[in-house]
């Protein structure tokens, strides 16, 4: 079986945005950079597919991404089990999530992956696109936010969540799924793997390379927005935990209204 | 002169209630700059759709009734919607940012080679539409501008308020979904109910949460009560869903839900930067916490500081009490 894994490199989770006024332009400079969490779970499924099936399933780590990226793919991917990358290098860094799946649809149509696994939302643009889109463009099956993910030969059970419960999908490869927390439990990479991470093959690629222009945008920032300020928080100063209950009940009934 | 689609998500053929939230925002910005709102529903009967469609101020209903369509599937719906829009041209097509949405919407968008902006705020239209929509889990808004002919948009359920409901129906048109031919590559086998009745949180209007605070699994309960006397969903900070405390559908966070109440209590929750991304966009929001220098203050409307175990049911009663 041939895996791929698509992969982003993003600002971490605690990365604070420092915008005073609405911008064209988003400072992110002095962001400190890690592999999208969700794509934690997509490499970790695949490796474990890949233990469960032996050595000639083959897993690659596939991103979109400047040099910088590559810190994220040795320690993230190729040190716990990817067995090799490819990095596709021409300047697409804040591009929209269609752009990204078009030019990923042409490095797994040139490969034919029987597998393809992605996070389900990237925790910058929060778009929750790529995967799907790359699925339907390269004419697979697929399933998002998945947390259970079982195969018997070709053919998948996978397990995703919806509102109040969870929808169990049948369907068989090639597909792509979109990886949920509550799949797996990601596995760290030990210093040993990190050091040989460095002689795992990564291949260079660019749209020309694949036969097809870099995609055109159909969206356009026009301006990055700070959140609305909210006002002082109303502290209710009562010693009596009974007294302030009462008067915050009456205060969300008359004052916010909204009980 | 936009033209906007609707796509009126159904569940066991009940529409929800963000397709009229969209509906009713759709006709305001239609009855400004002109065009026309149009419903689209897909399932195995029509129901009161074009009824209830046309009272949010929808001017037509299209409907494709198929069996194949009484429950979801991405490449069926996928296909109903494209042929919708190749037949129709809408400028813009609207869908919920829910499970069905956020699944369908890139698919669709990837089919039609068109814009695709994920979970928005705000639609406005003035020579071509700007999505708003919160990125970095909501530390920052973008605005967008559409540069196709069309475009797909999912929107945050509870983004626009719903005016009372009008008279006017409907008018009640069909569109063939053209899945004729289609075999789908995957089908949904079964949907299962994880909770009997439980309050969906990306759709409450009211939720409490329970963080680290509670001290013990048990001691949720205390939460589950005081929901129970606000009609409330019940949320959680991802300490306790990882202390195994709760189930991870109530964590409410960057890796969990983004949920946007009028209301949301915040109870033994330190509000970490992760926690806030989850829920900062919520109307008001109460904190109920002993360490007054905890950040979930900063976040919040009114607070107390206290112990929360006096608190949380001294509220339930407070409340109770309200006539
Ligand atoms: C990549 C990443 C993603 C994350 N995603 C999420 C996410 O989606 N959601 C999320 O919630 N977190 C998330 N976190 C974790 C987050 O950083 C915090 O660790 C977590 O939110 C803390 O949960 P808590 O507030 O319940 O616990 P704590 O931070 O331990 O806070 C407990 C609070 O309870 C108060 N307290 C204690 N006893 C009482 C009492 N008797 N009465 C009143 N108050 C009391 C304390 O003063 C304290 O403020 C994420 C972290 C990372 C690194
Ligand atoms: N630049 C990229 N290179 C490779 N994969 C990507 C890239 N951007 C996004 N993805 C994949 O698509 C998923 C969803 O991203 P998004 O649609 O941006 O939320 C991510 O979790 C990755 O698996």
């Given at each position: 079986m041939k895996i791929a894994v698509c992969v982003k490199q993003v600002p971490d989770s605690e990365t604070r945005i420092n915008l005073a006024e609405p911008s064209a332009?988003?400072?992110?400079?002095g962001f400190t950079r890690v592999l999208n969490p969700y794509d934690a779970y997509a490499v970790e499924e695949a490796i474990q597919i890949k233990e469960k099936l032996g050595d000639d399933t083959e897993v690659t780590a596939i991103i979109i991404g400047g040099e910088q990226v590559m810190e994220s793919v040795k320690k993230d991917c190729l040190a716990v089990g990817c067995d090799k990358a490819i990095r596709v290098t021409d300047e697409l860094d804040n591009a929209e999530a269609l752009q990204i799946a078009k030019v990923l649809t042409a490095v797994v149509k040139r490969d034919g992956y029987d597998l393809v696994l992605c996070g389900k939302q990237a925790i910058d643009d929060d778009d929750s696109q790529v995967g799907i889109m790359l699925a339907e463009l390269c004419d697979m099956a697929h399933v998002s936010v998945v947390t259970d993910l079982e195969f018997d030969g070709n053919n998948f059970t996978a397990t995703r969540e919806i509102e109040g419960g969870s929808e169990v999908v049948k369907g068989a490869t090639p597909a792509l799924f979109t990886c949920q927390k509550g799949l797996n439990e990601p596995r760290l990479p030990s210093l040993p793997n990190i050091m040989k991470a460095g002689m795992k093959p990564v291949e260079l690629l660019t749209c020309a390379d694949l036969g097809i222009e870099v995609p055109a945008a159909h969206?356009?920032?026009?301006t990055y927005i700070p959140p609305a300020k909210r006002g002082e928080c109303k502290i209710i100063e009562n010693e009596d935990p009974a007294a302030a209950a009462q008067e915050l009940a009456k205060l969300l009934r008359e004052e916010a209204k909204i009980i | 002169m936009p033209n906007i689609a609707v796509f009126i998500e159904q569940r066991d053929g009940e529409a929800k209630k963000v397709a009229w939230q969209m509906i009713n925002h759709a006709r305001k910005i239609t009855d400004a700059s002109g065009g026309e709102v149009w419903g689209v529903f897909l399932g195995k009967d029509a129901g009161n759709n074009a009824a209830d469609a046309g009272s949010w101020g929808a001017h037509k209903l299209f409907t494709a009734i198929d069996e194949n369509l009484a429950g979801y599937n991405s490449e069926l719906y996928t296909t109903a919607v494209a042929s919708f829009c190749s037949a129709n041209n809408p400028d813009l097509v609207l869908m919920g940012a829910t499970a069905m949405g956020k699944d369908l919407a890139p698919r669709l968008a990837a089919r039609m080679d068109c814009a695709c902006v994920s979970d928005s705020i705000d639609v406005n239209f003035d020579n071509g539409f700007t999505i708003r929509r919160p990125v970095f889990a909501g530390k920052c808004y973008t605005d967008v501008n559409i540069k196709s002919n069309t475009a797909v948009v999912g929107i945050r359920p509870n983004s626009f308020n719903l005016d009372q409901p009008g008279s006017d129906s409907a008018t009640a048109e069909t569109f063939d979904p053209g899945i004729g031919g289609v075999t789908p590559k995957?089908?949904?086998?079964e949907v299962k109910a994880t909770s009997g009745g439980a309050i969906e949180l990306t759709e409450a209007d009211v939720i409490v949460s329970g963080g680290r605070g509670i001290k013990e699994a048990d001691n949720y309960k205390m939460i589950e009560e005081l929901a129970g006397v606000l009609n409330a969903g019940t949320g959680a900070s991802r300490a306790i869903v990882d202390a195994g405390w709760v189930d991870h559908s109530h964590q409410v966070g960057q890796t969990g839900k983004t949920v946007s109440p009028n209301l949301y209590i915040a109870c033994g929750i330190s509000g970490a930067i992760q926690h806030l991304a989850g829920m900062?966009?919520?109307k008001c929001i109460v904190a109920i916490n002993k360490d007054s220098n905890a950040p979930i203050f900063k976040a919040a409307t009114y607070g107390i500081v206290a112990d929360l175990f006096d608190v949380v049911p001294a509220l339930k009663e407070a409340i109770q009490s309200l006539d």
């Open positions: 332009e988003l400072d992110r400079s969206t356009e920032i026009t | 995957a089908t949904v086998a900062s966009s919520s």
